[in-house]
């Protein structure tokens, strides 16, 4: 086996090694921070590109709430052009998923079932959720 058949075939082992490596665990951490549902990822893929996981799901919106973050996020922060079709799935995901309805559902606690955040009301007033 000449040196040049060797070269070929590491560079050939470590192609394949990067093709079917399984994702990062900081990646796959991420992805699994987001509840399940379709266009996860390409949530995931869009949002943590600028933001951590964090800044995304502590929010709770409409989707025209979510649309009107997109179009801003656009305008003014640099946020590349969706397709119609990754807008849609995206606005889909987010709504469904991160929407005032899904923060009003209620969670498992040790105490039993919350009935969601109205019910640990603290404050008299109440303010729109952080655009970013």
């Not at 600028?50 to 709770?60: D, G, M, T, Y």
């Not at 987010?94 to 009935?115: D, H």
Request: glycine share 8%; proline share 5%; net charge negative.
């Amino acid at each position: 086996m000449g040196l040049e058949a060797v070269r070929d075939f590491l560079g050939a082992l470590i192609l394949a090694q990067i093709i079917i490596a399984p994702l990062d665990p900081a990646e796959r951490r991420v992805s699994e921070d987001f509840p399940p549902g379709k266009g996860r990822q390409l949530v995931v893929d869009t949002c943590t590109a600028c933001h951590s996981a964090k800044l995304v799901l502590q929010n709770r919106m409409t989707r025209d709430n979510w649309d009107e973050t997109i179009t801003w996020m656009q305008k003014k922060q640099g946020l590349w052009e969706l397709t119609k079709e990754e807008r849609s799935s995206i606005l889909d995901y987010l709504s469904s998923v991160l929407g005032v309805e899904a923060g009003k559902q209620g969670r498992e606690t040790e105490q039993g079932i919350s009935k969601g955040p109205e019910e640990f009301k603290m404050y008299r007033y109440d303010y729109k959720p952080n655009p970013l």
